[in-house]
């Protein structure tokens, strides 16, 4: 499956929402939650427990 396939189908766990998807290091990204979901072996992981939190003091932009 593509990512623009995978993009209209996957929706942030905790809020529903939209994501985009971030290439290093590779995961799906929601810019409402501040939450990376990581992709393993070609799978995204869209557990709220494995996702990476993105602060706004590392500079990491959603």
Known sequence: ?????LLEILACPQCKGGLEKRDEPEAFV??????????R??????????????GEESGEEA
């Open 30 to 39: 929601c810019g409402q939650c501040r939450l990376a979901f990581p992709v």
């Open 41 to 54: 072996d070609g799978i995204p992981v869209m557990l709220i427990d494995e996702a990476e939190r993105l």
């Open 1 to 5: 499956m593509e990512t623009n396939e």
